[in-house]
């Protein structure tokens, strides 16, 4: 009988030892990430799926080692009596921390866990109502510091971050997505460009008509909008003499600019600061006019703000060229399809 239960409390102890070796580390990708990438990855929804439960792994673990603890002092007491078998149970209780931190024993602990960790999991999914009690009770969230993976994680910190202002928190997210928009997702569109032909008088009226606009430029054009010649400064118009009317061709600036409708936005700052000019004609592939950029556009989708140019009577170009749009295509009889 003695011999049984020594060895019974061998195993015991053993097991104790086994299960306090025992870390499974969380990944290296957090939660969300893991969660972004689960929608198309089998790998990720496993792992995904370990993340979560992992917090009741470690309830789980520590129940165990609750029950082990008590399992080796009992059966210590019984088969040694109660004077050699507490002493025999508090050196066993003082021990095994430092024999399970063993590498030889922390190895083979963690090798038996993974290669059951599946079945494990699965038993513990079933045991959710009971670890939720043990989680609240003795076992902190397990959440490590993770790097961020992906520009969404990053993001989704900063969303939810409480150190950040709302302005602050806006720049950050605005000049995270900058990188990777395009002109055409924040240029005005063809159908809203108000341009002036080059062989237009710029008399008294049609000077007024321009200055109600807002716009501080306007592009100067030839036979049409794909024929862009140049570009009308409102601000260089104050100067001229209005009883010698002159046409937009001379009182324009002829350089134009151009620039590709599917060209990065870091691209088009740059462009902006090496030219020193702030409106570009945005062109597609066979070089046809698509839109209109401007610095103002660019600075906005940086800073994640409105920003008024001092020239303008508008907010901005978009408010204008909302405002005209209403008005676009709509006779009393139409049919919207």
């Known amino acids: 009988m003695f011999t049984f239960l020594f060895i019974l409390t061998v195993l015991v102890f053993i097991g104790l030892v086994v299960v306090a070796g025992i870390r499974p ?5 957090s939660q969300f990430e893991l969660k972004r990438r689960s929608k198309a990855n089998k790998e990720a929804q496993w792992q995904h799926r370990r993340e979560v439960l992992l917090p009741d792994v470690y309830a789980a673990l520590a129940a ?4 082990l603890i008590v399992g080796f002092v009992a059966l210590a007491i019984v088969t040694f009596g109660w004077g050699l078998g507490l002493v025999v ?5 003082l021990l095994y921390p430092t024999i399970a931190s ?5 190895q083979q602990s963690q090798k038996l866990y993974d290669k059951y960790e599946p079945g494990y999991l699965d038993i513990i999914v079933k045991l959710q109502p009971v670890f939720k009690v043990l989680r609240s009770v003795a076992v902190p969230r397990v959440e490590p510091y993770h790097r961020f993976d992906s520009r969404e994680e990053l993001q989704d910190m900063i969303d939810r971050s409480n150190v950040l202002s709302d302005d602050e928190r806006k720049l950050i997210v605005h000049s995270l997505g900058f990188k990777h928009e395009i002109v055409e997702s924040i240029m005005t569109p063809k159908s809203l460009i108000k341009t002036v032909k080059k062989t237009e008088f710029l008399g008294p009226l049609v000077l007024s008509e321009i200055h109600e606009l807002g716009h501080s430029r306007l592009p100067v054009i030839g036979a049409d909008l794909d024929h862009v010649v ?3 400064h409102i601000r260089d118009l104050l100067s001229l003499d209005v009883k010698q009317s002159v046409t937009a061709e001379k009182a324009m600036e002829a350089k134009v600019f151009y620039i590709r409708h599917d060209q990065t936005l870091e691209h088009a700052l740059a462009a902006f600061i090496e030219t020193r000019h702030h409106l570009f ?5 066979a070089r046809e006019t ?3 950029l401007t610095l103002e556009d660019v600075m906005e989708a940086l800073l994640g703000r409105t920003i008024m140019d001092e020239d303008d009577n508008h907010e901005d170009v978009h408010s204008v060229a909302a405002h005209r749009a209403v008005h676009n295509n709509v006779p009393e009889h139409r ?3």
Request: avoid cysteine; charged fraction near 10%; hydrophobic fraction near 60%.
């Open 25 to 29: 580390m969380p990944h290296l990708v």
């Open 64 to 67: 165990k080692t609750a029950l």
């Open 89 to 93: 149970g508090l050196i066993g209780v």
């Open 102 to 106: 063993w590498n030889f024993a922390s």
């Open 230 to 232: 140049g570009t009308l």
């Open 281 to 285: 004609i945005v062109i597609n592939e």
């Open 290 to 292: 698509v839109g209109l």
């Open 335 to 337: 049919v919207d399809v």
